[in-house]
């Protein structure tokens, strides 16, 4: 996950979408794993800095937190309370 998220820092630094979709496959994969779903979690987080509108990255994020069983954080992220 080191080298996958060095070399998107390296080759594509301002690709929103990029970041998105191999944090996506990634956590696909983890099987929940806290480790790699911390690694797409900081994915997400540059992808979220670049493109602040993308709704498509914040469900993902919602998503993820969900698949690290971390449900009512996965809502809040959808819903903030005001």
């Known amino acids: 996950m080191g080298e996958l998220t060095e070399a998107l820092d390296r ?7 990029l970041y998105r979709a191999c944090a996506r496959d990634m956590a696909r994969l983890s099987s ?3 480790a ?5 979690s900081q994915m ?13 990255t914040l469900n993902e994020a919602a998503y993820q937190q969900q698949l690290g069983s971390d449900y009512k954080a996965g809502r809040n992220a959808l819903y903030p309370k005001p």
Do not use: F, K, M
């Not at 080759?11 to 979408?17: F, I, L, V």
């Open 32 to 34: 929940g794993a806290p």
């Open 44 to 56: 997400l987080e540059r992808a979220r800095r670049l493109r602040p509108e993308d709704v498509a």
């Open 36 to 40: 790699i779903l911390g690694a797409t």
């Open 11 to 17: 080759h594509e630094p301002r690709n929103a979408q």
